[in-house]
C-alpha cells in the first residue's frame, strides 16, 4: 500500500513557476513508476508527465519545454517544476504511483497507476 500526499500548489500568475511535491510512504519512489495528472473543472484527468523506475520521463505534449518531473529517493519525494505557467494549466494536480520492474517504460495514462494522491490546487491567473 502507498500513500501519496501532495502539496506545493497555489496561485500564480501567467508565465510563473511553480514546484509540486508528493511524498510518498509504504514504499519506495524507487521501486515505483510515478506520474502526475491533472483535472480542470469540467474536464477529464489527464496525464501531465510520468517517470518509470528506469528513470525514463514522459511528458504530455502540452507541458512539453515546460514542466520537468523527478524523484528524490532521499526524501522519497516525486516532484513537479512548472514553469511558464498558462491559464490552461489551471487544474487540481495529482500524484499517482504504481509498482513496477526496471523494464517498465512507465506511463501517464490513468488506468496504470493503483495508488492516488488527494491532490493539490493549481490556480494560473492571466
Known amino acids: 500500500q502507498v500513500q501519496l500526499v501532495e502539496s506545493g500548489g497555489g496561485s500564480v500568475e501567467a508565465g510563473g513557476s511553480l514546484r509540486l511535491s508528493c511524498v510518498a510512504s509504504g514504499d519506495s519512489v524507487s521501486s515505483n513508476c510515478m506520474a502526475w495528472f491533472r483535472q480542470a473543472p469540467g474536464k477529464e484527468r489527464e496525464g501531465v508527465a510520468g517517470?518509470?523506475?528506469?528513470?525514463?520521463?514522459t511528458f504530455a505534449d502540452s507541458v512539453k519545454g515546460r514542466f520537468t518531473i523527478s524523484k528524490d529517493s532521499g526524501k522519497n519525494t516525486l516532484h513537479l517544476q512548472m514553469a511558464s505557467l498558462k491559464a490552461e494549466d489551471t487544474a487540481m494536480y495529482y500524484c499517482?504511483?504504481?509498482?513496477?520492474?526496471?523494464?517498465?517504460?512507465?506511463?501517464?495514462?490513468?488506468?496504470?497507476?493503483?495508488?492516488w494522491g488527494q491532490g493539490t490546487q493549481v490556480t494560473v491567473s492571466s
Open positions: 499517482a504511483a504504481e509498482p513496477c520492474s526496471i523494464a517498465s517504460p512507465g506511463s501517464i495514462a490513468e488506468p496504470f497507476f493503483q495508488y
Open positions: 517517470v518509470a523506475t528506469n528513470g525514463r520521463t
